[in-house]
């Protein structure tokens, strides 16, 4: 390579490294255009620790379908359904965007139509595809929604 060319592989290099990078790191820096959930410290404490108990039950009941414990699939179920439901405080629904609102009541009463299967047939196959539909309601959700901590009081 001579002495004049050096530089001009240098600049290609340089250029593809660049391209690389950019090619790779686009996606991680594209916009969020999920709609945004405003709420205070605890209110997002309180929504992202029930979402975490969803996806435990979900893991907890796929795991006792497999072993065919039926109790534990009931148990489970009931502990995130209706009455956990019950339980989110009118201030916190109050904040919530009337999609949210649906979805969230559905995942509940997906859980508790899995209870009742648990409870009255158990068939592990029904309970399976049952919570394989549910974990889609919960995708569609985190892709519609994200939750935002409002440090403002104005904001809603």
């Known amino acids: 390579m001579t002495l004049t ?6 600049f290609f290099n340089r250029l593809t490294l660049g391209v690389l990078f950019t090619i790779i790191t686009l ?31 979900s893991q907890k009941i796929l ?9 534990t699939v009931k148990i489970t179920a ?15 629904r109050k904040k919530l965007p009337k999609g949210f609102k649906t979805l969230g009541p559905k995942i509940h009463r997906g859980f508790e139509d899995i209870a009742y299967e648990a ?8 309970i399976l595809e049952r919570l394989a539909t549910l974990q889609q309601t919960c995708i569609s959700c985190h892709a519609t929604y994200q939750i935002k901590l409002s440090t403002d009081p104005a904001l809603p």
Do not use: H
């Open 119 to 126: 409870e009255t047939m158990g068939d592990s196959t029904v």
């Open 27 to 57: 996606p991680a820096m594209s916009a969020d255009n999920r709609t945004a959930i405003w709420l205070d410290k605890e209110e997002k404490s309180l929504l992202l620790s029930e979402m975490r108990q969803f996806l435990v039950a």
């Open 78 to 92: 009931r502990q995130v359904g209706i009455q956990q439901m019950n339980s989110t405080p009118t201030s916190l």
């Open 5 to 10: 060319a050096y530089p001009i592989q240098l």
């Open 63 to 71: 795991a006792a379908s497999l072993n065919n414990d039926m109790e």
